[in-house]
């Protein structure tokens, strides 16, 4: 089976197999990518030639990856954090390929090899960094915080490198001018693109969206992301600056997340398809002939990398707890050292054993982060101690909020559903105070005058300050197990006579938050069917009682009836599926907005389909909003409609 359908096959059906199982263990599906491309590689069963064929289909994965990252940096958020970004992020970098040039200069490597080899090294995983402080519900804690500007300038970086590399490989005796040439055409190409490009991407993206097609939608995205590729390709720089510039100029239009969903499948389909071909470069009696190496390099990336991480982590102002923590986050090799590795492997900068004896040292690094990342509680504990004083400003903020409530609700996660029961605790002037761990969430609400703060609701410390004692009850809102479970076991062990009542996606773990203490457990998709079966009955004409003893009916059943239900494929795209509804935003009127000293109707904003809700005037809350409202500086909008709308009207109250 010789041919390219051929070889797509045999990818497909090895992928297939190998991401089944490595989910099953709760590992990342790139390392199963890796895996089967070390299998059918030439090096192993010889199933797929290394062909250019396959690599060309592979750089498309990195096309779209850098096309995803380019959608998460918008200019606005890049400047909000720039000092960790670039600060701490850049300090990271540069000495990591500083350091690393020595080691193979001292080796007899050229220091272009070095240079390839620092960059490469210098590198961690954003898929498993992000994913694994996803599952532990560490993205908004300060060491998540820390691990993402870090990966952020590390994604950042390696548009550069990509552009230096050829360079470098071409060997030529005029170097520095061939630098100073790649230079001029990287900052034309940047100013036309995204300068000249960010004037018309907002009006064409209108103008596509305004046929309402969602296949047009979806090759205009396509035509974009290629389009800009192709172009930095002929100018002499790379197929993923272009697509990470196109990702950057997309990111600062309100299409943002319809792009972001409609190209999530190329992404992961095409990305895993490259891991593949990296996981083919690697051979296994090299690895096997020069194993004390691979291990050498190994403990020297781990430990070097953490401990570069710590230092400059307390160098920039953190406790050491939050340096610790970041540092472990960070040790391994990521997926962007495998694209700098690549090319340098084909523009013969590195060759031979040193290529092995890397590859297998990043991956091996790769396969033992997510184990590292889940015992960093345990190493952070044992090497730095208590980790309190890095808490205290946080737990002083939440008992400063807290100190005048008594008999409260506490009220975990400040998502859709927190914040709807937020607004009945108001309107039967029940005190509550809400938990979130998302930053952006909690300055938004608390801007707008929401009694809600940061802070992890399984850990003790933060229930104790937020008033457990004195609390009348607790809500869970969000719909995760194992947080649930670590609430409830708190709880449990602080106040055992307080009711808490849990929020789940189904009725599957309903026995297990029974048994863990839960007062009552409301399953998300009992409650949407009953609500959907009411409706159903009152339009074929049942009588409104009737309906509402067979709803008290079911619920006394204590849910009962749906324990057993059959599950089906589109109960898990209901679950995944994310339809559009209403959000709110805050919007903090500068004297540079363009819509200081306005009204409401001049704005234009009303015209966006989005609902101003409340004005915040000098820390008044509950300006009535109407037309003819003045804007003035310093008044914080509260607005209410679907994200892709509220990013047109913040857009518009900010730029015009």
């Not at 750089?59 to 400047?79: A, D, N, Q, T, Y």
């Not at 990591?96 to 240079?115: D, K, R, T, Y």
């Not at 907002?202 to 992301?225: C, D, Q, Y």
């Not at 200081?596 to 004005?615: C, F």
Request: charged share 15%; aromatic share 8%; proline share 3%.
């Amino acid at each position: 089976m010789h041919t390219t359908l051929g070889f797509v096959l045999i990818l497909l059906a090895a992928a297939v197999i190998v991401s089944a199982l490595f989910r099953a263990l709760r590992l990342p599906s790139m390392l199963g990518y890796l895996l089967v491309g070390i299998l059918v590689s030439p090096h192993a069963f010889s199933w797929i030639p290394d062909s250019q064929e396959t690599r060309h289909l592979a750089e498309f994965g990195v096309v779209f990856m850098m096309f995803s990252i380019g959608l998460e940096f918008s200019l606005p958020k890049l400047k909000a954090i720039r000092t960790t970004v670039f600060g701490f992020g850049g300090a990271q970098v540069m000495v990591s390929i500083l350091l690393v040039m020595a080691v193979a200069w001292g080796a007899g490597l050229p220091w272009a090899a070095g240079l390839a080899l620092g960059g490469a090294l210098a590198m961690s995983s954003t898929a498993i960094v992000s994913k694994m402080l996803a599952e532990r519900l560490e993205l908004q804690s300060q060491h998540g915080r820390q691990m993402i500007a870090v990966l952020l300038f590390q994604d950042l970086a390696v548009v550069p490198l990509l552009i230096l590399t050829p360079t470098l490989a071409a060997g030529s005796e005029n170097l520095w001018v061939d630098l100073g040439w790649a230079s001029a055409k990287a900052a034309v190409v940047l100013f036309v693109l995204l300068f000249v490009g960010q004037k018309l991407m907002r009006p064409w993206f209108s103008m596509v969206a305004g046929h309402k097609s969602s296949e047009l939608f979806m090759l205009n995205v396509l035509l974009i992301t290629l389009g800009l590729a192709y172009l930095t390709d002929q100018a002499g720089l790379s197929l993923a600056l272009g697509a990470f510039l196109a990702g950057m100029l997309i990111s600062e239009t309100e299409f943002r997340y319809q792009v972001e969903d409609d190209i999530k499948p190329f992404r992961d389909v095409l990305l895993g398809l490259f891991f593949v071909t990296i996981g083919m470069l690697l051979d296994l009696r090299a690895v096997w002939a020069y194993l004390g190496w691979v291990v050498l390099v190994l403990a020297a990336l781990v430990l070097f990398k953490a401990a570069l991480v710590w230092g400059l982590g307390r160098l920039f102002g953190n406790e050491s707890p939050v340096a610790m923590r970041t540092a472990l986050g960070l040790a391994q090799g990521g997926e962007f050292g495998f694209v700098l590795l690549a090319q340098a492997g084909s523009l013969n900068l590195i060759q031979g054993a040193a290529l092995q004896i890397v590859l297998a040292a990043v991956v091996l690094s790769m396969m033992i982060a997510p184990v590292i990342i889940q015992y960093t509680d345990t190493i952070t504990g044992r090497l730095c101690g208590g980790e309190w004083a890095g808490r205290a400003r946080e737990l002083h903020d939440i008992a400063v909020k807290s100190f005048a409530a008594d008999a409260h609700l506490i009220i975990c996660g400040y998502g859709r559903s927190g914040q709807s029961l937020a607004r009945l605790l108001e309107s039967e002037d029940i005190p509550y105070i809400a938990l979130d761990v998302d930053t952006t969430r909690v300055k938004a609400a608390a801007a707008a005058g929401e009694n809600v703060v940061f802070g992890d609701a399984a850990r003790r410390e933060v229930l104790k300050a937020v008033g457990l004692n004195r609390a009348r009850a607790l809500v869970v809102s969000f719909a995760n197990l194992p947080a649930a479970m670590k609430i409830l076991a708190v709880v449990q062990e602080l106040r055992p006579d307080l009711p808490v009542i849990v929020r789940t996606v189904d009725d599957t773990d309903l026995n297990a938050l029974k048994q863990a203490g839960a007062a009552e457990v409301v399953p998300e998709v009992l409650e949407g069917s009953l609500m959907l079966a009411s409706h159903a009955l009152l339009l074929l004409g049942v009588p409104l009682t009737r309906v509402l003893k067979k709803l008290r009916g079911v619920r006394e059943q204590r849910y009962g009836l749906l324990r057993g239900f059959f599950r089906g494929a589109t109960d898990e795209e209901a679950e995944l599926s994310e339809i559009a509804q209403p959000r709110l935003l805050s919007v903090l009127i500068t004297e540079q907005a363009a819509a200081a000293g306005k009204t409401l109707d001049e704005t234009g904003v009303l015209e966006l389909g989005v609902e101003v809700i409340v004005v915040r005037r000098r820390n008044i809350r509950g300006l009535d909003p109407h037309p003819e409202t003045q804007v003035l500086a310093g008044d914080v909008l509260v607005l209410r409609g679907i994200p892709e709308n509220l990013a047109a009207a913040e857009i518009r109250l900010l730029q015009g």
